[in-house]
């Protein structure tokens, strides 16, 4: 499976940004396609993930503020981040997960500052 992410870039605090992510190759039926995100000296942390069944969990920090959806015809996930703040900023990673494997997508910076 790859995985090809976009979106992310500077922002002001209380902005918005967009990102997406198109997974192909052997995709199966039952799979997760999330984000995670990691800040500079802090580990990688789930932001949110959605399953193709539709069950949705987010982070605390992101509830409300934060919407995962995905396109299952095209195997592309997206996080609409509303109300960004600083501590948001982080490399924010997309992942894929099926048959017990992670796939992982290259970072995109997300930076949230005035």
């Known amino acids: 499976v790859q995985l090809q992410a976009c979106g992310g870039g500077l922002v002001q605090p209380g902005g918005s940004l967009r990102l997406s992510c198109a997974a192909s190759?052997?995709?199966?039926?039952?799979?997760?396609m999330g984000w995670y995100r990691q800040a500079p000296g802090k580990q990688r942390e789930l932001v949110a993930v959605?399953?193709?069944?539709?069950?949705?969990n987010y982070a605390g920090s992101v509830k409300g503020r934060f919407t995962i959806s995905r396109n299952n015809a095209n195997n592309t996930v997206y996080l609409q981040m509303n109300s960004l703040k600083p501590e948001d900023t982080a490399v924010y990673y997309c992942?894929?997960?099926?048959?017990?494997?992670?796939?992982w997508g290259q970072g995109t910076q997300v930076t949230v500052s005035s």
């Open positions: 190759g052997s995709i199966e039926s039952s799979n997760g």
């Open positions: 992942n894929f997960f099926q048959r017990g494997y992670s796939y």
């Open positions: 959605q399953w193709n069944s539709g069950t949705t």
